[in-house]
């Protein structure tokens, strides 16, 4: 049987859309889960949370695999191939949410898997691989502010220090999986072997209008930009608002203003570069007072760490310019920084063809936010396939929105990639 053969029997005994209804529904369902009574909040180890865990747990046993919550909320379900000693590949995605969120962030990744699975099982097809379908239990940090919990233990890159970290209300980590019936300590056996796996596919909704104004359902993930964040603290001196003129003034909000300026400036000259001035303050202003203090947030993200950095040291050098010339004092500490992940190039070559094999132009972007697929960098060969987002590409909020039709897409996507995973390119 060749490839495109192969690859329309792996969906043509489903009916055209439904696996897009299937998992529009399923979203449904497990939003009925929620931490907040108007809306979507599933954060880390609540009792919401564990709900959901074990909903998807009882849908991938239903679907035909074996499936278990493991020792940090994980859910784990595996179709297993006719070899035991056969690789994994992993199809994951994570199911906490941010407050108030959207019902697709991370959950679409968990239930194309799980669609894929369920038809397979119904055609009695098995692979000649071991399909872990995972929904990892933290991503977003909320609760910890601890991002990565879930995908970093099965990746074995779990930091043991994380488990002293703690909630608003006090409780730890260890605390809240201890409340789960869970050994913190037990932690690093999670962790998969590279030898065992063949790879790590994450189908994610794409958090942006790139796909939506080009009127294509599906994108291919090139990389996932590295990111820096800095906190600024400006200080300058405070002064009646009617009686210091305007040449003998050092404000800082407009020196603030300057740097918010210039950060939007540089990050538009370089594809694929953006910064963010996402929180600026004013502590104790008001109304009448030149503003003595000011504080803001940076991050610059690029699809590559040589773009971001660049961009990183130009505006770094025109915050002291700004200082100097406006007599402000300026504070700037770096608080995060995360080097730029690459997609694997020939899993995105097995994602492009079975694209085109469904008549739809490949289109190839970065990822300017964070997935768990970047715990695998470096212990497998990682890929993602995009999903259009509507309502201008929102996200993590309760306008974000896909349509049945673009899910389904994916989802036939994503199973003319297991079928074809050992032929199409090449064997792993």
């Given at each position: 049987?060749?490839?495109?053969?192969?690859?329309?029997?792996?969906?043509?005994?489903?009916?055209?859309?439904?696996?897009?209804?299937?998992?529009?529904?399923?979203?449904?369902?497990?939003?009925?889960?929620?931490?907040?009574?108007?809306?979507?909040?599933c954060t880390y180890l609540t009792p919401t949370h564990r709900a959901v865990a074990a909903e998807l747990r009882d849908l991938m046993r239903a679907a035909g695999m074996t499936a278990e919550i493991d020792g940090v909320g994980n859910v784990v379900g595996r179709y297993a191939a006719a070899d035991p000693a056969a690789k994994a590949l992993i199809v994951a995605s994570h199911y906490d949410t941010v407050l108030n969120a959207g019902s697709y962030d991370g959950r679409l990744g968990i239930l194309t898997g799980l669609a894929a699975v369920e038809h397979l099982h119904r055609s009695g097809r098995r692979l000649p691989f071991h399909l872990d379908v995972i929904g990892f239990a933290e991503e977003e940090g909320v609760r910890f502010s601890a991002h990565y919990i879930g995908?970093?233990?099965?990746?074995?890159?779990?930091?043991?220090?994380?488990?002293?970290?703690?909630?608003?209300?006090?409780?730890?980590?260890?605390?809240v999986i201890h409340k789960a019936g869970f050994d913190p300590e037990a932690i690093p056996s999670l962790a998969r072997r590279a030898q065992d796996l063949l790879g790590y596919l994450e189908v994610h909704i794409e958090q942006g209008p790139v796909l939506l104004?080009?009127?294509?359902?599906?994108?291919?993930v090139t990389s996932i930009a590295g990111t820096i964040r800095y906190g600024v603290a400006i200080t300058g001196m405070v002064g009646h608002a009617g009686t210091v003129p305007m040449a003998l003034r050092r404000d800082a909000a407009a020196a603030a203003a300057e740097i918010?300026?210039?950060?939007?400036r540089r990050?538009?000259?370089a594809p694929t570069l953006v910064g963010t001035v996402g929180r600026l303050?004013?502590?104790?202003?008001?109304?009448?007072?030149?503003?003595?203090?000011?504080?803001?947030?940076?991050?610059?993200?690029?699809?590559?760490?040589a773009t971001r950095d660049a961009a990183a040291s130009d505006v770094l050098a025109e915050i002291e310019r700004i200082g100097a010339r406006r007599k402000v004092a300026i504070e700037i500490k770096e608080i995060q920084r995360a080097p730029a992940v690459p997609c694997s190039?020939?899993?995105?070559?097995?994602?492009?063809?079975?694209?085109?094999?469904?008549?739809?132009?490949?289109?190839?972007?970065?990822?300017?936010?964070?997935?768990?697929?970047?715990?695998?960098?470096?212990?497998?060969?990682?890929?993602?396939?995009f999903v259009r987002c509507g309502n201008g590409g929102i996200s993590h909020s309760p306008l974000?929105?896909?349509?049945?039709?673009?899910?389904?897409?994916?989802?036939?996507?994503?199973?003319?990639?297991?079928?074809?995973?050992?032929?199409?390119?090449?064997?792993?």
């Open positions: 049987m060749d490839m495109v053969t192969d690859a329309k029997s792996a969906t043509g005994a489903a009916e055209q859309g439904a696996f897009g209804r299937r998992i529009v529904d399923l979203a449904a369902r497990l939003a009925q889960w929620s931490e907040t009574p108007d809306g979507l909040t995908s970093s233990a099965i990746a074995g890159r779990f930091d043991m220090r994380l488990l002293q970290w703690r909630d608003a209300n006090g409780q730890s980590v260890a605390d104004q080009e009127g294509l359902p599906v994108g291919i918010v300026l210039y950060v939007e990050c538009a000259a303050t004013v502590p104790g202003g008001a109304i009448n007072v030149i503003p003595g203090r000011c504080e803001l947030s940076l991050d610059i993200r690029a699809a590559d760490d190039a020939p899993l995105q070559a097995k994602l492009a063809a079975a694209v085109e094999r469904a008549g739809i132009r490949p289109r190839y972007l970065p990822s300017g936010a964070g997935h768990d697929a970047v715990s695998f960098s470096g212990l497998t060969d990682i890929a993602m396939l974000e929105t896909i349509t049945p039709a673009d899910a389904d897409v994916a989802t036939r996507v994503l199973l003319d990639v297991l079928v074809n995973f050992e032929t199409a390119h090449g064997a792993r």
